[in-house]
């Protein structure tokens, strides 16, 4: 689908439909009161019978207008002028194109991005216009044979701007807004597909196929026998009882000049976590094809930020394994000793996740890297805590921390920081070993973060945790999110300084 910027009056265009808002209390908007002046107050009629109350997501279609070029108009629903927020906005962008394209358009006039919205600028609207767009219309229907696909659908969406000054912003919003939503799609399908697909040399190996798509990317993957050469030990306990062996890709973004210290970004790539000897519960493996999306951002990340071409150097790292119960599985009382030298007591092995990341955080090191940030579905007590919305962030860095907190505002991928006292570490004692892997039942995201930390001294780092963000919960087979995708390209656009 294609997405243009142009400036103009609703009225003069001659297109398929042209789409305006219509608040509560039969309030017109800027766009829909020009379309009421040379309609004779058509549209003012309309509201005074009653034909549409102007409540989010109300839709009215109206066809061959007086004095209006375009074919039909979609009057839709925005509720109250003055309390339009950003989710309200997403909900209309939503309806609109769900409206739009069960009604067989092919193009569409938009002049949406024109509502004044609380803290949002035209930018925001454009931008988010898209990713909503995008969104909206995603289906993964890879493994079916009778694909349920119209031969009519939306192809063209016009954004309208008011002023010509606006241009080079609106342009620069339709950039990153198509970047962002590519990188959500890589991310959605990669996620989506099953364990016996997704396993973790296929896993790997898509970040190889995303080198091959950009010059200013390379990737190396280390196989079984160079992790056990750099000590990842264990790294390896977790992935020892699958007959699919363990990788680790490496994907080098290089944006900038080389003595610009790398971002790097890790992401946990359990293509299936069964909970290992610690079996799950059957209701509970479902979802669990999804204990790669971590790894799946990060792939999505680096699309975004190279179709971007921004000015930046990024290292994406996929922790690739497979957690699974055999004879050689690794058990609870073993005791592992990581890459870093310290050693670990096993509590549960479905507490996997961590076991990978530290090996990965202390191989990060080598980089000299700006910052660190691992992304995981870490833990259940995450979405205890946040439920399914908000992602959780854990870090001692309070700069990195903000920076990531503004991010996940300005790209509406929520997070919430959580707190990492000392006294928590205290949880993670161990009397045969330097630690254990679990700290007990309370806390138990941030005792996994405090885990995590002790693996990134030497660098300033924060980790987030997108156990309940990363897929819906109302579709545990094909609901992956795309997060936090968003988030981490905005961070990136940030600290690249190409921004509007």
């Keep these: 689908m294609d997405f243009f910027i142009k400036s103009g009056s609703p009225e003069k265009q001659r297109c398929a439909c042209v789409v305006v808002g219509v608040y509560e209390m039969r309030r017109l908007s800027c766009a829909a009161k020009q379309l009421d002046k040379v309609s004779d107050g058509y549209l003012s009629t309309l509201l ?10 109300q839709i009215l279609f109206l066809q061959q207008i007086k004095g209006v070029l375009s074919k039909r108009v979609l009057l839709i629903g ?3 002028e003055h309390e339009l927020n950003e989710a309200s906005y997403q909900e209309i962008i939503k309806k ?25 600028n035209n930018y925001w609207a454009i931008r988010q216009g898209i ?5 909206t219309l995603y289906v993964f229907d890879k493994f079916k044979n009778k694909k349920n696909h119209k031969k009519q659908i939306l ?12 241009l080079k912003m609106a342009n620069l919003a339709v950039a990153h807004g198509n970047a962002i939503s590519l990188g959500i799609k890589t991310c959605k399908d990669l996620a989506n597909l099953p364990a016996n697909i997704c396993t973790p040399l296929y896993l790997a190996e898509q970040a190889q196929q995303l080198a091959n798509q950009y010059p200013k990317i390379n990737t190396t993957i280390l196989n079984n026998q160079a992790l056990k050469e750099l000590k990842m030990y264990s790294y390896l306990a977790v992935a020892q009882g699958s007959i699919n062996s363990a990788y680790l890709a490496l994907i080098h973004y290089e944006g900038t000049n080389k003595t610009q210290k790398p971002i790097v970004l890790i992401g946990k790539g359990i293509t299936f976590d069964s909970g290992g000897l610690s079996l799950k519960r059957s209701s509970a493996m ?11 951002a990060v792939l999505g990340t680096l699309q975004a930020i190279a179709s971007l ?17 055999a004879s050689n599985a690794y058990r609870p009382g073993d005791i592992l000793t990581t890459m870093s030298g310290q050693t670990v007591e096993v509590l549960d092995t479905d507490a996997e996740g961590r076991l990978v990341l530290c090996d990965v955080l202390t191989y990060a090191e080598r980089f000299k890297p700006d910052c660190v940030i691992d992304i995981a579905t870490l833990t259940g007590a995450c979405i205890s805590a946040l439920g399914h919305n908000i992602s959780a962030l854990l870090t001692p860095h309070d700069g990195l921390a903000h920076q990531l907190l503004k991010a996940s505002k300005q790209a509406v991928d929520k997070a919430w920081q959580l707190p990492m006292d000392d006294e928590y570490q205290k949880l993670l004692e161990s009397s045969c070993a330097d630690m254990t892997n679990l700290g007990g039942n309370a806390a138990g995201t941030i005792t996994a973060a405090c885990f995590l930390s002790r693996f990134t001294a030497k660098y300033t780092w924060a980790h987030l945790d997108i156990a309940g963000t990363a897929c819906s919960p109302n579709d545990p087979s094909n609901g992956a999110t795309g ?12 600290r690249s300084d190409y921004q509007p």
């Design 78 to 80: 925005c509720g109250k």
């Design 48 to 57: 005074h019978q009653g034909n549409i109350e102007g409540k989010i997501g």
């Design 286 to 296: 479902l979802g669990m094809k999804y204990d790669m999306a971590g790894a799946a």
């Design 96 to 120: 609109t194109i769900q409206t739009l394209n069960e009604n067989g358009t092919l193009e569409a006039i938009c002049f949406l991005s024109e509502l004044p919205i609380k803290e949002r």
């Design 309 to 325: 071409n921004l000015p930046i150097n990024v290292i994406g790292i996929l922790a690739c394994a497979e957690n699974m119960p």
């Design 131 to 135: 990713e909503k767009t995008k969104d």
């Design 483 to 494: 997060r936090p995708v968003a988030l981490l390209t905005q961070f990136l656009i940030n």
């Design 155 to 166: 192809r063209k969406l016009t954004f309208i701007i008011t002023d010509r000054s606006q």
